[in-house]
């Protein structure tokens, strides 16, 4: 919605810029800027990212902890 938004009020300000003689300022340009960067994050945004599979470097913690204690309880990593 307020991408849209941004997008009619970009527009209007160039066209009473076309027709009045007003060069587009520094302001003009940093908020196209800003605008087609929402447009990027927000595309981006809904992208589905597939999970990601377990690393070698946990399947082979796991595998010590297995063949150490011969059950299979979750490897902690990082500090508790």
Known sequence: MFLF?????MLGWALISMLFGFQP????????A???SGYIIYD???VP???LPPSPFLLLLRCVQWLR?????P???GAS
């Open 5 to 9: 938004a941004g997008s009619i009020i």
């Open 25 to 32: 300022t520094f302001l003009f340009g940093a908020c196209g």
């Open 34 to 36: 800003a605008l087609m």
């Open 44 to 46: 981006t945004h809904k």
């Open 49 to 51: 990212i597939p999970p």
């Open 69 to 73: 204690t011969g059950s299979d309880a």
């Open 75 to 77: 490897v902690r990593t």
